[in-house]
Nanobody
Framework: QVQLVESGGGLVQTGGSLRLSCAASGSFVSINDMSWYRQAPGQQRVLVAR???????NYAESVKGRFTISRDNAKNTVYLQMNSLNAEDTAVYYC???????????????WGQGTQVTVSS
C-alpha cells in the first residue's frame, strides 16, 4: 500500500504565501508523475500543477507565475510553493501520484486526503 500525506495548508491573507508538502510512504518501486489538484466548494477538482519524475512541470493558467511545484525524489516528496495568494485560490488541495507498485509497469494512482487552504481578504 502507498500513502500520501499532505501538510502545510491553513489560513492566509490575500497576497500571502503558503508551502504545501506531500510525502509518499509504503512499498513501491518508483513514483512517476506527481501533481497537485484543488477543489473549491461546489466545483470540480482541477489540476493545479504537475511534475514528472525528471522534473518537467506544467501549470494551470490561473497559477502560472505565482505557484511553483517541485519534488525531492530522495524523500518521495512533492511541494507546492504558493505566492501572491488570492480568494480564488481558496480550496481543498489534493496531492496525486502515479506509482509503480511492484514493477515499473504496475502503475496505480493514489490521492492524498486533502489539505484546506483559505485565503482571506
Amino acid at each position: 500500500q502507498v500513502q500520501l500525506v499532505e501538510s502545510g495548508g491553513g489560513l492566509v491573507q490575500t497576497g500571502g504565501s503558503l508551502r504545501l508538502s506531500c510525502a509518499a510512504s509504503g512499498s513501491f518501486v518508483s513514483i512517476n508523475d506527481m501533481s497537485w489538484y484543488r477543489q473549491a466548494p461546489g466545483q470540480q477538482r482541477v489540476l493545479v500543477a504537475r511534475i514528472t519524475s525528471a522534473g518537467s512541470t506544467n501549470y494551470a493558467e490561473s497559477v502560472k507565475g505565482r505557484f511553483t511545484i517541485s519534488r525531492d525524489n530522495a524523500k518521495n516528496t512533492v511541494y507546492l510553493q504558493m505566492n501572491s495568494l488570492n480568494a480564488e485560490d481558496t480550496a481543498v488541495y489534493y496531492c496525486f501520484a502515479n506509482v509503480a507498485t511492484y514493477a515499473t509497469w504496475a502503475r496505480r494512482d493514489y490521492w492524498g486526503q486533502g489539505t484546506q487552504v483559505t485565503v482571506s481578504s
